[in-house]
């Protein structure tokens, strides 16, 4: 199982969801995305496109003796579901998954993080630093504030050129967001919580659309973005497993 981790984050994200799948016999790799380490060179991280980090997250995945179910947040659901559709999963499971090139925002919350990049500018040339503010009202609003403080702990800084490649989508002519949607054969799970203030259930909604028979979409009641931390999280892993345990028995 590759875990992919979402924009600001690292792979230290998934430690709750690989304690879960391991405890079940999985061996689970989350990896942080290129330049997301602390101490990371800013000038080049923010030249990064959605397609260097595809790329190596391509050479782990060649690597490996199978396979592997393919475990995405945010923007690694949609980073997930580019190497789906080069044939490199053998299931998706996506949490709140940033939508793929073509898809509208579905929510004023959606359309204000556009507008808060355009404050910024030439944002999509250089690093952008995490914001205490947007985290917290967005992201990390359902955890108490000390659970805030030591997630935000680990936060780091994210590609503009990325965040450009996935929000102002119908401007970048390398359409590096699109995803082959009909090369995606494997078995498709999206989901959210119906309180996400970053990626809208709507949004979520219009992706599953995308994979008809393929995917299935739930929704999870009372929570918000930050599904591998939230009190209460751990029935979405147990979710997430039976769902596996069923589509990978067929």
Same mark, same amino acid.
């Given at each position: 199982?590759?875990?992919?981790?979402?924009?600001?984050?690292?792979?230290?994200?998934?430690?709750?969801?690989?304690?879960?799948?391991?405890?079940?016999?999985?061996?689970?790799?989350?990896?942080?995305?290129?330049?997301?380490?602390?101490?990371?060179?800013?000038?080049?991280?923010?030249?990064?496109?959605?397609?260097?980090?595809?790329?190596?997250?391509?050479?782990?995945?060649?690597?490996?003796?199978?396979?592997?179910?393919?475990?995405?947040?945010?923007?690694?659901?949609?980073?997930?579901?580019?190497?789906?559709?080069?044939?490199?999963?053998?299931?998706?499971?996506?949490?709140?998954?940033?939508?793929?090139?073509?898809?509208?925002?579905?929510?004023?919350?959606?359309?204000?993080?556009?507008?808060?990049?355009?404050?910024?500018?030439?944002?999509?040339?250089?690093?952008?630093?995490?914001?205490?503010?947007?985290?917290?009202?967005?992201?990390?609003?359902?955890?108490?504030?000390?659970?805030?403080?030591?997630?935000?702990?680990?936060?780091?800084?994210?590609?503009?050129?990325?965040?450009?490649?996935?929000?102002?989508?119908?401007?970048?002519?390398?359409?590096?967001?699109?995803?082959?949607?009909?090369?995606?054969?494997?078995?498709?799970?999206?989901?959210?919580?119906?309180?996400?203030?970053?990626?809208?259930?709507?949004?979520?909604?219009?992706?599953?659309?995308?994979?008809? /028979? /393929?995917?299935?979409?739930?929704?999870?009641?009372?929570?918000? /973005?930050?599904?591998?931390?939230?009190?209460?999280?751990?029935?979405?892993?147990?979710?997430?497993?039976?769902?596996?345990?069923?589509?990978?028995?067929?």
């Amino acid at each position: 199982m590759v875990m992919v981790h979402g924009a600001f984050v690292g792979g230290w994200c998934w430690t709750p969801f690989a304690r879960h799948f391991e405890a079940r016999g999985w061996r689970c790799i989350a990896p942080d995305l290129r330049h997301h380490q602390p101490g990371a060179s800013m000038d080049e991280l923010g030249s990064t496109s959605l397609t260097d980090y595809v790329a190596d997250l391509e050479q782990l995945i060649l690597k490996l003796d199978e396979l592997p179910v393919l475990v995405g947040h945010s923007m690694g659901g949609l980073l997930c579901q580019k190497l789906a559709a080069m044939g490199l999963a053998r299931a998706l499971v996506l949490l709140a998954p940033s939508p793929p090139w073509g898809i509208l925002p579905s929510s004023q919350a959606e359309i204000e993080a556009r507008l808060g990049l355009m404050t910024m500018p030439g944002f999509w040339t250089r690093a952008i630093a995490p914001s205490w503010h947007v985290a917290t009202e967005r992201a990390l609003d359902r955890l108490s504030p000390e659970a805030q403080s030591a997630a935000y702990s680990g936060f780091v800084p994210e590609s503009g050129r990325a965040l450009f490649e996935m929000l102002f989508w119908e401007l970048d002519l390398s359409h590096a967001s699109a995803v082959a949607t009909r090369d995606v054969t494997c078995p498709v799970l999206l989901t959210v919580g119906d309180a996400d203030r970053v990626i809208a259930p709507a949004t979520v909604r219009s992706i599953a659309r995308k994979y008809r /028979h /393929h995917a299935n979409f739930h929704s999870f009641a009372g929570h918000s /973005h930050f599904l591998f931390g939230e009190p209460g999280f751990e029935h979405i892993p147990a979710f997430c497993d039976g769902w596996l345990g069923h589509v990978l028995q067929q």
